[in-house]
C-alpha cells in the first residue's frame, strides 16, 4: 500500500475555487509587482506575525540578501553557516561581498564557490 507523505487533493478542492478567482483577477490586473495585492500581503502578515512593517520578496535569496545588507554585513566580514544548505544561502553571503564559512572545527574552514 503507497500512502502518500503529503496529500493536499481535500484541501485544495476547499479552497480551489477562491485560489482560482484570486489568481485570474491577479493575472488580469497586470499587477504582479508593487501592486494592492502585494500591499494587502505584507499588511496581513503584519497583523498575523504581530510585527509593524514586512517586506516581501521575489525569492528566499533576495530575503537573505535583504537581513544581511539590514544587519550591516558586507566586504569582508565572515558569516557563519551550515554546509547542509540551499546553495543560495552561500550566495546571499556572497553577493554582498561578505565570507561564506562554517563552524570552526566541522572540517573545511571556507566553503569554496
Known amino acids: 500500500m503507497n500512502i502518500p507523505l503529503v496529500d493536499l487533493y481535500q484541501q485544495i478542492q476547499t479552497i ?5 478567482n484570486s489568481v485570474e483577477q491577479l ?3 497586470g499587477a504582479f509587482i508593487m501592486g494592492q495585492d502585494v500591499l494587502k500581503l505584507e499588511e496581513n ?3 498575523l506575525v504581530s510585527v509593524e512593517y514586512a517586506i516581501s520578496c521575489n ?6 540578501v535583504l537581513i544581511l545588507e539590514a544587519l550591516g554585513i558586507g566586504v569582508g566580514d565572515e558569516v557563519i553557516t551550515t554546509p547542509f544548505t540551499f546553495f ?10 561578505a565570507i561564506p564559512g562554517k563552524e570552526k572545527g566541522s572540517g573545511l574552514r571556507y566553503l569554496k564557490y
Open 16 to 20: 480551489k475555487a477562491s485560489i482560482l
Open 27 to 29: 493575472l488580469d490586473s
Open 45 to 47: 502578515f503584519c497583523r
Open 59 to 64: 525569492s528566499g535569496t533576495d530575503a537573505l
Open 88 to 97: 543560495a544561502t552561500a550566495e546571499s553571503i556572497s553577493k554582498v561581498g
